[in-house]
């Protein structure tokens, strides 16, 4: 026989449906027991070593999912002496999302493996688990991990700070600056050409000569080649985008920026003919 012992009820029925989950064929049942002290106990009549990869892919999915976000809320509030609950709460939000798909160049810990590892490690010849045992145990285990991985979400985070700061400063531009722009027609390709209201398209020399007459220093900083830069520069009071893949994160930063004053229209909308 086989047991598992949890404390909490919830974590319990979690294990028991994602063991259940795992077992296709459901040729090996697991029974959930009550015991004294409002503690859950799982188990199965079949020997460890015929239950035991399910077993392990079990309990380290469980602990991945119980465990790993208050783990990262104690290194942000203990190892990195973060305080602001709202502040933790997308710290946290990020280093799930980092997690399941990390960002491109950089190496964030695999914790999950090294939970796996660590399980892995304390299970086999075992036929009765204490789950929160065990969790401490990976815990100690992983921990330079998780205060690695930890660093490495802080410096998204910090990144997308910076970024959100930058697109604040952006969008009270769009909306302080008044270079008498009414309309700005946008059509998206793999790229945008931007277009005034009768037609004619802007050209590289008009953006120079609009950010001589509108000086902005944040403007001048950027590329003028760069997609969203003309709709910064004229600052229009209406921006339309003719588009038929709205999901271009350059459209979603346009939208962003211009909120109300930005619509959306399909290709076939266009209203000029160019070439």
Same mark, same amino acid.
């Given at each position: 026989?086989? /047991?598992?012992?949890?404390? #909490? ?18 040729? /090996?049942? +697991? ?48 190892? !990195? ?13 990020? &280093? ?36 929160? +045992? ?34 604040? &400063? +952006? ?15 946008? !059509? ?60 271009? #994160? ?12 930005? #619509? /959306? ?8 003919? +160019?070439?």
């Amino acid at each position: 026989m086989v /047991c598992i012992q949890f404390s #909490s009820r919830k974590v319990a029925f979690y294990f028991h449906q994602v063991i259940t989950e795992l077992q296709i064929d459901y040729s /090996c049942p +697991w029974m959930v027991k009550d015991i004294s002290h409002n503690k859950l106990l799982i188990e199965t009549e079949l020997m460890l070593s015929e239950v035991i990869n399910d077993f392990v892919q079990s309990v380290t999915r469980v602990i991945t999912d119980q465990k790993l976000s208050p783990w990262t809320e104690g290194v942000l509030k203990h190892v !990195f002496h973060y305080k602001e609950k709202q502040e933790i709460k997308r710290i946290i939000e990020l &280093s799930n999302e980092l997690r399941l798909e990390p960002p491109a160049g950089i190496i964030i810990p695999d914790l999950e493996k090294a939970i796996e590892t660590c399980v892995s490690k304390k299970l086999p010849g075992r036929f009765y688990v204490d789950f929160d +045992w065990l969790s401490a145990f990976c815990l100690e285990e992983i921990y330079e991990e998780l205060v690695d991985f930890t660093g490495k979400v802080l410096d998204e985070y910090k990144l997308e700070e910076a970024h959100q700061l930058m697109v604040d &400063s +952006w969008r009270r531009g769009v909306n302080n600056r008044d270079t008498g722009v009414q309309v700005l027609h946008v !059509f998206h390709d793999d790229t945008l050409h931007y277009f005034h209201n009768e037609g004619n398209k802007v050209s590289r020399d008009e953006l120079i000569l609009y950010l001589k007459q509108y000086p902005d220093p944040f403007l001048t900083q950027l590329p003028i080649n760069f997609g969203i830069t003309p709709a910064l520069i004229f600052a229009p009071d209406e921006l339309i985008i003719y588009s038929d893949h709205l999901e271009d #994160s350059k459209l979603d930063l346009l939208t962003n920026l211009f909120e109300e004053k930005a #619509s /959306c229209k399909p290709h076939s909308e266009f209203p000029f003919d +160019w070439a």
